[in-house]
């Protein structure tokens, strides 16, 4: 069976980090690119950080570059999202999902977990 799941997320000041993992199961990590998505109260869910199966490039939404670091540990089967910076605009339940070659559609992932609230608040 299939299955990500999510944990790391909790609530956290401003200028916080966190560090959220994805724990894979039923495949094999290295085969599959990983993304990060975040979905706030009353919006779309949105790409937040995608890491592709091969060469560990990686991709990142504008509102976090500079403040999120995705990685993986295929030996581990986990991939991680460490968060810097946090803001307060970052609050939401964080997912991880599958996908062959990294995508700005979310409709190209699946296998999502279940997520993780992140709550960036002082």
């Known amino acids: 069976q299939v299955q990500l799941v999510e944990s790391g997320g909790g609530l956290v000041q401003p200028g916080g980090s966190l560090r959220l993992s994805c724990a894979a199961s039923?495949?094999?990590?290295?085969?599959?690119?990983i993304g990060w998505f975040r979905q706030a109260p009353g919006k779309e869910r949105e790409g937040v950080s995608c890491?592709?199966?091969?060469?560990?490039?990686?991709s990142y939404a504008d509102s976090v570059k500079g403040r999120f670091t995705i990685s993986r540990d295929n030996a581990k089967k986990e991939v991680y999202l460490h968060m810097n910076s946090l803001k307060p605009e970052d609050t939401a339940v964080y997912y991880c999902?599958?996908?062959?070659?990294?995508?700005?559609?979310?409709?190209?992932?699946?296998?999502w977990g279940q997520g993780t609230q992140v709550t960036v608040s002082s």
């Open positions: 999902a599958a996908t062959y070659r990294c995508s700005t559609r979310i409709g190209d992932f699946g296998s």
């Open positions: 039923g495949f094999t990590l290295n085969d599959y690119a």
């Open positions: 890491i592709s199966s091969s060469f560990g490039s990686t």
